[in-house]
């Protein structure tokens, strides 16, 4: 399975952009996945994750009640709806597993937020 995220882009304080998660070579079905980011200059850390039927979600404090993720497993799709951004919100996103695989991190998708 190769898994690509993307959506990323420009966008201002208070705005809202939504990620997507593709994989192809496979299947989705019953694989958590999660979304994680890495800042400039930070590490990368968990933003979300998702249970294999969409019906466990775990969020980061940081995100918790701003973003939403959801799946759609006959797409072999995974959101990541991002409301009120902030500057710290910066960063490459990347989807994986959860826990994540090696393999499987691509090369994310930029996510800007500046005014």
């Known amino acids: 399975v190769q898994l690509q995220a993307s959506g990323g882009g420009l966008a201002q304080p208070g705005g809202s952009l939504r990620l997507s998660c593709a994989a192809s070579g496979g299947t989705l079905d019953y694989i958590f996945i999660a979304w994680f980011r890495q800042a400039p200059g930070k590490e990368r850390e968990g933003v979300s994750c998702?249970?294999?039927?969409?019906?466990?979600?775990y969020y980061a404090d940081s995100v918790n009640g701003r973003f939403t993720i959801s799946r759609d497993n006959d797409k072999n799709m995974v959101y990541l709806q991002m409301q009120s951004l902030s500057t710290d919100d910066t960063g490459v996103y990347y989807c994986?597993?959860?826990?994540?695989?090696?393999?499987?991190w691509g090369r994310g998708t930029q996510v800007t937020v500046s005014s």
């Open positions: 994986n597993t959860y826990p994540s695989t090696e393999a499987y």
């Open positions: 998702i249970s294999g039927s969409g019906g466990s979600r």
